[in-house]
């Protein structure tokens, strides 16, 4: 019984020195892993612009089309979320917060200059509706009176790269290719001349001597 209660007072003794003769164990290393690089932007052909952006979130039925209903409930919304005072009109400053809010920049056009018929320096509710009433007959190409998101697509002859509409416009001063122009759907490149226009000297007589 001795020899044994010995022995068994002894292993605590004894794992102890063997956990300290062992080796400790480093811990793993810490790799730090640099972030993948960006890949390069799809050069499109199809843009949106502010304003159509913002005609499309009036959809209110959920049928991707806009009807002028929608489009009068949404500019009103808008109009009163910025007329916190309840003025009935914006000036200048305010409408920037507008534009900010709604086309997501303080100059997106429509610019106030445009939408402020009467030169006030302020934008009123009225204003603003006449110049949506505008776009909405600009965009509605079908004539069916609702706007579908095919509509507020803007074509382009050539594609724009990472760098962005402006880069595509010539770049810096000095440098660059002309660049893309918007074309509508179905529209005319005005770079493009007419059928016609290579005719122009043979049906006045080649060198402009014929008959008129």
Excluded at 62 to 78: H, Y
Excluded at 99 to 108: E, I, M, S, W, Y
Excluded at 126 to 134: C, G, I, K, N, Y
Aim: glycine share 12%.
């Amino acid at each position: 019984m001795f020899c044994h209660g010995g022995a068994m007072s002894a292993l605590p003794l004894l794992l102890s020195l063997a956990a300290a003769a062992a080796p400790a164990q480093e811990p793993p290393p810490i790799v730090v892993r640099a972030p993948a690089p960006a890949q390069p932007q799809t050069p499109a052909t199809m843009v949106v612009e502010p304003v159509a952006m913002m005609i499309a979130t009036f959809d209110a039925n959920g049928d991707a089309l806009v009807d002028r209903s929608e489009m009068i409930d949404g500019v009103r919304a808008s109009f009163e979320a910025i007329d916190t005072a309840h003025t009935g009109a914006l000036r200048y400053i305010a409408y920037s917060d507008w534009a900010a809010r709604f086309l997501g920049d303080a100059n997106a056009l429509p610019s106030p200059f445009e939408v402020d018929r009467n030169n006030d320096g302020q934008i009123t509710l009225d204003e603003l509706l006449d110049q949506f009433s505008r776009l909405f007959a600009r965009y509605d190409k079908d004539g069916s009176k609702t706007i579908s998101r095919a509509e507020l697509l803007t074509f382009r002859t050539m594609p724009i790269g990472a760098d962005g509409p402006t880069m595509g416009r010539g770049g810096p001063r000095g440098k660059g290719k002309p660049g893309a122009e918007a074309v509508p759907r179905g529209g005319h490149d005005p770079r493009t001349p007419e059928p016609d226009d290579k005719n122009d000297g043979e049906r006045e007589g080649g060198n402009g001597g014929g008959e008129r």
